[in-house]
T-cell receptor, first 113, second 114 residues
Framework: AQSVTQLDSHVSVSEGTPVLLRCNYS??????LFWYVQHPNKGLQLLLK??????LVKGINGFEAEFKKSETSFHLTKPSAHMSDAAEYFC???????????FGAGTRLFVKA | ETGVTQSPTHLIKTRGQQVTLRCSSQ?????VSWYQQALGQGPQFIFQ???????GRGNFPPRFSGLQFPNYSSELNVNALELDDSALYLC?????????????FGPGTRLTVL
């Protein structure tokens, strides 16, 4: 069975400081992992995805994530936060064993000036 | 390239009624997934349609049903509405049903059940 746990419901950082949003997953099969962002009153947008190629994945807007199988983690990072990064972030797992997609509960990122 | 569109944007219904939500896939996409996003929560997978057949289902009762048409547009039908069905309903399309494919999301339909 699949599951996704986002370890922080809220994260607050100052502009220009690093961002870390944590995600642990479980999957019975080889998972595909994604991070999506949801800005207020806007649709979900893909930031990046892992699909069993390179374990360090680079996405849009300077975000990246590292797949660590031994830790079953897929944490999202960004070296320097920007005010426009303030949004809700979802870690997502989708596996080849069944056509289901599981979203985490989300992490709200606040960026202070 | 036209993105995913959904209609209506907002809808108010009363308990016991039935509702139909519609989704137009992005051009070239043959797979559609539907999600329910309650306030303050992550989207919950309802089901997926691939080439007009249901291809996977989450933990939702049978009163949640769907259709996919030959042009790959889709409908979500909910019968016997309950108060807890109030949520944002999201449609997402992808090219083929493979798990590694990016899903492109529509803006959603906000359903309020009174």
């Amino acid at each position: 069975a699949q599951s996704v746990t986002q370890l922080d419901s809220h994260v607050s950082v100052s502009e220009g400081t690093p961002v870390l949003l944590r995600c642990n997953y479980s999957s019975s099969y080889s998972p595909s992992l994604f991070w999506y962002v949801q800005h207020p009153n806007k649709g979900l947008q893909l930031l990046l995805k892992y699909t069993s190629a390179a374990t360090l994945v680079k996405g849009i807007n300077g975000f990246e994530a590292e797949f660590k199988k031994s830790e079953t983690s897929f944490h999202l990072t960004k070296p320097s936060a920007h005010m426009s990064d303030a949004a809700e972030y979802f870690c997502v797992v989708s596996d080849t064993g069944g056509f289901k997609t599981i979203f985490g509960a989300g992490t709200r990122l606040f960026v202070k000036a | 390239e036209t993105g995913v569109t959904q209609s209506p944007t907002h809808l108010i219904k009363t308990r016991g009624q039935q509702v139909t939500l519609r989704c137009s896939s992005q051009s070239g996409h043959n797979t559609v997934s539907w999600y329910q996003q309650a306030l303050g929560q992550g989207p919950q997978f309802i089901f997926q349609y691939y080439r007009e057949e249901e291809n996977g289902r989450g933990n939702f009762p049978p009163r949640f049903s769907g259709l996919q048409f030959p042009n790959y547009s889709s409908e979500l039908n909910v019968n016997a509405l309950e108060l807890d069905d109030s949520a944002l309903y999201l449609c997402a399309s992808s090219f083929e049903r493979d798990s590694y494919n990016e899903q492109f999301f529509g803006p959603g339909t906000r359903l309020t059940v009174l």
